[in-house]
C-alpha cells in the first residue's frame, strides 16, 4: 500500500475538505518537500472567496525539508536531502526572455495577469490539484517539487513560521526599495500594514530611508503599532487623523520620495493620495488594477509609477537575511498558528473574520 499525503483542498467558494493523495514518485529531475510552515499570503482570502479555482491546494508561502532529492535537481539546485528551504511560489519556463534576464516573476509562463487560461498557470498554491501529481500547493504534507522550481537554502536554526515571510518581506524589498527607490535620505509613504506593507516598512528603513510613514486604519492599531518597532517613524489611523494634513507635516510641506501602496486600491482612492501627497520627482508604486491615472498630474510633478509585481530572487535573499538578524519582532508579525484542519479558519483569520489580531498567520501541516 502506497504511502498517503494529507491535504488541505479547497473544493468550492470558502469551502475546505481535507483529502489524501498518493505520495509522489521520485524521478531524477524531481523533489519531494516535506512542508514544516506555509504562511497564508495577503491574497490568499480573495482567492479562497472565488468560486473557481477548485479543486485546489493553496498555500504559496513555503517552507520545509527536502526529504527527497533527484540527482539532477540536487545538481540544478544545489542542494541535498535534509536541507532546509523556502520557495517562490513561481515554476517559471527557464528559457524566454524574462527568465533569461532573470526576472521569472514576469514569465508568462507563472503569468496568471497575461495567460488567458489561469488554472492552467503552474504555480504553487494556484494550480489545481487535478493535475498529477496533485501536490501543487502548501497546506499539505508534502510537495511535489518540479525541475522548474526556485528555492533558497535557509538557516538550520530558522524557525519555519519566521522563514514563510521571505515571500512577504522579500516583496517590501522589491517593492519599496528595488521598484521604488526607498534608500539613503529618502521619505517613504506605506499603505497598508498588513504583511507586505510591515515588509516595505522594514525594508525601507533597513535600506537607510529618512522618514518611514504607515498608513492603516482603526481596526489595524495593533499593526500600526507593531510597525514602529519594525522601523516605522510615523503610523498614522487615517480614520483618527488627516493623512494628507500629517504627511505635510511630518515632510516640512514636500511630500514624500516614494509611496508603495499594499491595499490593493479597490476604489482608487489611495493613487489620488499618493499623487497628491508625492514630492516632485517621486517614485510611485500602485496597486489595483481599474485605477484612472491622471497622466497630467504624473506629468507636472515628473513622477515616476510602477505597479507591484511580486519579487525577484535577490529580493527574498537580503528578506531572508534581514529575518535571520534577529533584530525584528517576528514573533509578534508571526501571530497564530493553525493545523491543516483548520486551514479554513486560518484563511478568514487574514481577511480580518473570526479570530482578533492576526498578523501573520501559517499553517503547520502537523500541528
Known amino acids: ?86 520557495l517562490h511560489e513561481y515554476l517559471p519556463c527557464w528559457h524566454c526572455e524574462w527568465c533569461m534576464k532573470g526576472d521569472f516573476r514576469l514569465c508568462m509562463e507563472v503569468d496568471f495577469f497575461n495567460v488567458k487560461d489561469r488554472l492552467n498557470t503552474l504555480r504553487f498554491g494556484m494550480s489545481t490539484c487535478e493535475i498529477a501529481p496533485h501536490l501543487w500547493g502548501g497546506y499539505a504534507q508534502y510537495m511535489y517539487l518540479p525541475l522548474n522550481t526556485v528555492m533558497h537554502r535557509i538557516p538550520d536554526d530558522m524557525p519555519a513560521t519566521h522563514a514563510t515571510l521571505a515571500v512577504p518581506f522579500g516583496n517590501g524589498v522589491q517593492w519599496a526599495c528595488n521598484d521604488g527607490g526607498a534608500g539613503p535620505g529618502k521619505t517613504v509613504l506605506v499603505f497598508g ?15 537607510g530611508s529618512l522618514t518611514v510613514i504607515l498608513a492603516g486604519m482603526t481596526r489595524d492599531r495593533s499593526r500600526l503599532d507593531l510597525s514602529l518597532r519594525m522601523g516605522a517613524d510615523h503610523a498614522i489611523d487615517v480614520q483618527d487623523q488627516n493623512l494628507e494634513a500629517e504627511v505635510m507635516r511630518v515632510t516640512n510641506g514636500r511630500g514624500v520620495d ?6 490593493g486600491d479597490p476604489d482608487g482612492s489611495v493613487a489620488a493620495q499618493a499623487i497628491a501627497l508625492a514630492a ?7 496597486n489595483g488594477l481599474h485605477q484612472q491615472v491622471p497622466i497630467g498630474e504624473i506629468k507636472k510633478r515628473y513622477l515616476t509609477v510602477r505597479a507591484p509585481r511580486g519579487r525577484s530572487y535577490a529580493a527574498v535573499e537580503l528578506a531572508l537575511r534581514y529575518i535571520a538578524s ?42
Not at 500594514?193 to 535600506?207: E, F, N, R, S, Y
Not at 516614494?258 to 491595499?263: A, F, G, L, R
Not at 509578534?332 to 479570530?355: D, N, P
Open 193 to 207: 500594514p498588513g504583511q507586505q506593507g510591515l515588509g516595505c516598512v522594514l525594508a525601507a528603513k533597513a535600506a
Open 280 to 286: 516632485k520627482g517621486a517614485w510611485l508604486s500602485l
Open 258 to 263: 516614494v509611496v508603495v501602496d499594499t491595499t
Open 1 to 86: 500500500m502506497s504511502k498517503k499525503v494529507w491535504a488541505a483542498v479547497k473544493t468550492a467558494a470558502e469551502t475546505t475538505e481535507l483529502r489524501q493523495f498518493d505520495y509522489p514518485d521520485l524521478k531524477s529531475d524531481t523533489g519531494i518537500l516535506r512542508v514544516e510552515a506555509s504562511g497564508v499570503g495577503g491574497s490568499d482570502p480573495e482567492v479562497y472567496r472565488k468560486p473557481d479555482h477548485a479543486p485546489l491546494i493553496m498555500g504559496h508561502e513555503n517552507v520545509g525539508t527536502l526529504e527527497a532529492v533527484g540527482p539532477v535537481a540536487a545538481r540544478r539546485w544545489g542542494v541535498k536531502a535534509g536541507d532546509r528551504v523556502a
Open 326 to 367: 534577529g533584530r525584528y519582532p517576528l514573533d509578534e508579525v508571526c501571530s497564530h498558528t493553525f493545523g491543516l484542519a483548520q486551514t479554513h479558519e486560518a484563511i478568514l483569520a487574514t481577511a480580518g473574520r473570526g479570530i482578533e489580531g492576526a498578523i501573520h498567520v501559517c499553517v503547520d501541516p502537523w500541528r
